[in-house]
């Protein structure tokens, strides 16, 4: 499983850099702009030039409208910062189609660029509290996109987990689908230790987190500590040691 960890500002990143050898993702984003927020252009960039080359540089586009031209030029607009991860919250679609719409205009835009970008398709775990697209939905929309991730993250920081909203049992539906459809499986949503468990025995591709690698564990008031990445880092290492020694005596 991959660590993606999102910093809000050129020095949440430098100290992300501290702990570069424990995250695989460094992901940008504005959370007082809303839980996929994105961040101005040339923040991206200089996060970019300030992380180690080999760790790849991740931007939200925004919890996006229902307004495809839009959002496709906002996607541009980050993978030309120097993000090679483009993610897009899928916000303000109420349908798949809507959704699919968004997705397609976004990976033109960006693979047009740069054709080894990675898009991801984000829905919301909390789907149900702001209108938007199912959460099982979002798998066949990276598909029809022609994405290369899709993902779950909560729309509302209310202290309220992924598993709140989607149990594990239906995280693990949600990663078989977009494994059956060939795509990665990301799962962010006020993640802590304790769920890494889980989400290691289910298969997810990606974890992200924010708040759990924060001081005191809130995502607002805290800011990155590059002790608790590293700390979460060998909670994963040992879930996957544990998941891999209860596999092979399964078998
Ligand atoms: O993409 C991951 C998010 O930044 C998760 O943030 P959070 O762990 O504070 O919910």
New binding site residues.
């Given amino acids: 499983m991959l660590l993606?960890v999102?910093p809000d500002s050129v020095a949440e990143a430098l100290d992300c850099a501290k702990a570069a050898e424990h995250l695989d993702i460094v992901?940008v984003?504005k959370?007082d702009e809303g839980?996929?927020g994105a961040n101005y252009p040339w923040v991206i960039r200089e996060i970019r030039d300030s992380v180690p080359a080999d760790k790849p540089v991740s931007a939200?586009v925004g919890d996006a409208p229902y307004k495809p031209g839009t959002v496709a030029q906002a996607a541009l607009g980050a993978a030309v910062s120097g993000a090679t991860y483009i993610?897009v919250g899928l916000y303000g679609c109420t349908t798949p189609d809507q959704a699919v719409d968004v997705m397609r205009g976004v990976v033109r835009a960006v693979k047009d660029y740069r054709p080894d970008a990675f898009v991801v398709a984000s829905g919301y775990a909390d789907a149900h509290r702001i209108g938007c697209v199912n959460p099982l939905a979002l798998p066949d929309i990276a598909r029809r996109s022609g994405s290369d991730a899709a993902m779950l993250?909560?729309a509302v920081?209310d202290g309220t987990r992924l598993f709140d909203h989607v149990p594990p049992e239906v995280c693990a539906d949600f990663v078989r689908l977009a494994h059956e459809a060939g795509l990665l499986a990301a799962l962010?949503?006020?993640?802590t230790v304790g769920d890494l468990g889980a989400l290691t025995r289910i298969g997810t591709d990606i974890v992200?987190?924010?708040?759990?690698v924060?001081e005191g564990g809130d995502?607002n008031t805290g800011s990155i500590q590059p002790h608790l990445v590293a700390a979460f880092r060998a909670e994963m290492d040992r879930h996957a040691r544990d998941h891999a020694a209860a596999v092979a005596a399964a078998s």
Avoid: F, I
Wanted: charge should be positive; hydrophobic fraction near 25%.
């Fill in positions: 993606l999102s992901d984003k959370p839980s996929l939200t993610k993250d909560t920081k962010a949503g006020s993640v992200g987190v924010r708040g759990a924060c995502r």
